[in-house]
C-alpha cells in the first residue's frame, strides 16, 4: 500500500525540481538572450563608428587636398591687382638670370564672363546666353625685351615657362644683338590670365545690407 504513494511522492518531487529549474533557470536564459542581443548591437554600433570614422578621415584628406588645389589656383591667378607684383617679379627674374632689360610693358587688362563649359581664354567673345558662369576673365597683355647672353635668354624663357602664372607665351623673338658681340636680344609676348568672382549688381548689394 505504500509503494503508490512512494511514486507519487518521487513523481511530485521530481515535479518540483523541474519546475525549480525551469524557474531558476528562465532568468538565466534571459539574461543570456539579451546579452547576446546587446553584444550584437554593440558589434553594429561599433561598426557604424569605425566605418564614420573612415568617413571623416576621407573627408579629411579630400579637404586637405581641395585646400592645398585652391593654394595652388590662388598662386596662379592674375588679377588686375596683382599686376604691379608680377612687374616686379618679371624684372627680378631678368635680373637673377643675368639679362639686361630693354622694356616692359603691361597693357591694361581686358575683361569678360568666363563660360560656364569648354569656354577658350584666348576667346575675346562673351558665352552665349545661359553658358555664363561666376566668373570673370582677366587678361593683361606683357612685351618684354631682353638683352644679354644666349645663356641668359634661354634661362629667362625657361623660367617663365615653368612659372606658377595662369600664362601663354604668345611670340617669341631671338636674334644676335649686333654682329660685333655675343649678345642676343630677346622679345617675348605673353598673356597673363585671372579669374575672378562677377561682381554683385549694385541693386543687389544695397538688398542686402
Same mark, same amino acid.
Given at each position: 500500500?505504500?509503494?503508490?504513494?512512494?511514486?507519487?511522492?518521487?513523481?511530485?518531487?521530481?515535479?518540483?525540481?523541474?519546475?525549480?529549474?525551469?524557474?531558476?533557470?528562465?532568468?538565466?536564459?534571459?539574461?543570456?538572450?539579451?546579452?547576446?542581443?546587446?553584444?550584437?548591437?554593440?558589434?553594429?554600433?561599433?561598426?557604424?563608428?569605425?566605418?564614420?570614422?573612415?568617413?571623416?578621415?576621407?573627408?579629411?584628406?579630400?579637404?586637405?587636398?581641395?585646400?592645398?588645389?585652391?593654394?595652388?589656383?590662388?598662386?596662379?591667378?592674375?588679377?588686375?591687382?596683382?599686376?604691379?607684383?608680377?612687374?616686379?617679379?618679371?624684372?627680378?627674374?631678368?635680373?637673377?638670370?643675368?639679362?639686361?632689360?630693354?622694356s616692359l610693358e603691361i597693357q591694361d587688362?581686358?575683361?569678360?564672363?568666363?563660360?560656364?563649359?569648354?569656354? $577658350?581664354? *584666348?576667346?575675346?567673345?562673351?558665352? &552665349?546666353?545661359?553658358?555664363?558662369?561666376?566668373?570673370?576673365?582677366? %587678361?593683361?597683355? @606683357? /612685351?618684354?625685351?631682353?638683352?644679354?647672353?644666349?645663356?641668359?635668354?634661354?634661362?629667362?624663357?625657361?623660367?617663365?615657362? $615653368?612659372? *606658377?602664372?595662369?600664362?601663354?607665351? &604668345?611670340?617669341?623673338?631671338?636674334?644676335?644683338?649686333?654682329?660685333? %658681340?655675343?649678345? @642676343? /636680344?630677346?622679345?617675348?609676348?605673353?598673356?597673363?590670365?585671372?579669374?575672378?568672382?562677377?561682381?554683385?549688381?549694385?541693386?543687389?548689394?544695397?538688398?542686402?545690407?
Amino acid at each position: 500500500m505504500n509503494k503508490p504513494n512512494h511514486r507519487v511522492i518521487q513523481a511530485t518531487v521530481a515535479g518540483v525540481s523541474l519546475l525549480v529549474v525551469i524557474v531558476l533557470g528562465l532568468p538565466r536564459f534571459n539574461e543570456g538572450r539579451q546579452l547576446s542581443a546587446d553584444l550584437q548591437a554593440f558589434t553594429k554600433l561599433e561598426q557604424e563608428f569605425e566605418s564614420t570614422q573612415q568617413r571623416n578621415r576621407r573627408l579629411s584628406r579630400i579637404e586637405q587636398k581641395l585646400h592645398s588645389q585652391k593654394e595652388v589656383l590662388i598662386n596662379q591667378n592674375v588679377t588686375p591687382e596683382q599686376i604691379s607684383g608680377v612687374r616686379d617679379e618679371l624684372i627680378a627674374i631678368v635680373r637673377k638670370h643675368g639679362g639686361s632689360l630693354r622694356s616692359l610693358e603691361i597693357q591694361d587688362g581686358q575683361s569678360r564672363v568666363w563660360g560656364d563649359q569648354g569656354d $577658350d581664354p *584666348h576667346n575675346r567673345d562673351r558665352p &552665349e546666353m545661359g553658358m555664363e558662369s561666376e566668373f570673370e576673365l582677366h %587678361s593683361h597683355t @606683357v /612685351s618684354l625685351a631682353v638683352t644679354g647672353s644666349l645663356k641668359a635668354a634661354l634661362a629667362i624663357t625657361r623660367t617663365l615657362s $615653368d612659372s *606658377h602664372w595662369l600664362m601663354s607665351i &604668345e611670340t617669341m623673338e631671338l636674334k644676335p644683338s649686333d654682329s660685333t %658681340s655675343r649678345m @642676343v /636680344s630677346l622679345e617675348l609676348g605673353l598673356t597673363l590670365f585671372g579669374l575672378t568672382l562677377v561682381p554683385e549688381p549694385v541693386e543687389e548689394q544695397f538688398a542686402s545690407l
